[in-house]
């Protein structure tokens, strides 16, 4: 697939003519190949599993891991690109880059150059974050109320350990991103001008921003799970304390029952008429003084 950039940004179905800059959406077996005229993109490929950049003499090459930011066990589509002067080319198995290429020239002021296009692909995966991630927040927020107001929020764990998963994953990607923005705001091999590097440069701190953000609710959720635990550790320990008092208050009658249940001959109280009644006396005093005892401690 092919896209001119210039005079407006549109698909294609043939390579644009020579001086037009352009950009070309292939697939793994097609760039396996034209190995020869994609050197750095099989390089790139190898670190499909993270986000990276690497500048080159003549060019810039590198991966993207996009996450999927709702709850998912699949870790998100990954795709390599490489940017010349005239020409950006992404390496993509999904379909995903047409389906962003397309959401991506309806943006206005599209710039119509390989980097500036680059540039504005990448602050286009991340310019609905900040709401993602408020979106999170207020899921945390939810799961506070709910831990507040229930002795044992139902699907709490499950719910706060997918939110936690999630932040763990974008934890990692604008970290990725930051780094990446950095390699190409450097400019070494002085691919870019000094108005790209500045905007990639910008891309990196606003990577920087929503990774400190993700810290902050991964934090958050943090605290949510140790507030959790400490309800939990207080419900047992109740119920340890309630079968402690139990076990306590019956243990001196279990020792009058087994030692007045020995039923020697000589024992006195045996054949006594007020051995029966005294021992239930006797018993509820003991009952009575623990209970009295128990109240004054507060147990």
């Not at 927020?141 to 929020?153: G, H, I, N, S, Y």
Request: proline share 4%.
């Amino acid at each position: 697939m092919f896209y001119q950039l210039k005079p407006t940004f549109e698909a294609v179905q043939e390579k644009p003519a020579e001086g037009v800059p352009w950009v070309e959406v292939i697939t793994q077996q097609e760039m396996d190949s034209q190995v020869t005229q994609h050197p750095y993109l099989a390089r790139s490929l190898r670190h499909g599993h993270s986000c990276k950049a690497e500048l080159f003499d003549h060019c810039a090459a590198g991966a993207l891991l996009v996450p999927r930011k709702e709850h998912s066990p699949r870790s998100g589509h990954s795709f390599a690109f490489l940017l010349t002067t005239d020409r950006l080319t992404f390496v993509d198995d999904t379909g995903q880059i047409e389906v962003l290429l397309e959401q991506l020239s309806y943006q206005p002021g599209l710039e119509a150059a390989p980097g500036e296009l680059l540039l504005e692909f990448l602050e286009f995966l991340i310019q609905d974050d900040a709401a993602f991630l408020q979106h999170l927040e207020t899921q945390l927020d939810k799961l506070e109320d709910q831990l507040l107001k229930q002795e044992e929020p139902q699907r709490f764990e499950n719910q706060l350990h997918r939110c936690r998963r999630t932040l763990l994953k974008l934890s990692a990607y604008y970290a990725q991103l930051d780094e990446l923005g950095d390699t190409l705001a450097a400019n070494r091999n002085g691919l870019f001008s000094k108005k790209l590097c500045r905007g990639f440069e910008l891309f990196s701190h606003r990577a920087g921003r929503l990774h400190s953000q993700t810290a902050s609710l991964r934090e958050y959720s943090l605290q949510l799970h140790q507030i959790y635990q400490s309800k939990i550790d207080l419900k047992q320990n109740r119920v340890m304390q309630f079968l402690t008092v139990v076990t306590t208050v019956f243990m001196p009658l279990t020792l009058i029952t087994g030692w007045y249940g020995m039923n020697f001959h000589a024992m006195p109280e045996l054949d006594a008429p007020w051995a029966y009644p005294a021992v239930i006396l006797a018993s509820l005093a003991i009952l009575l003084a623990e209970v009295l005892f128990f109240r004054r401690k507060k147990w």
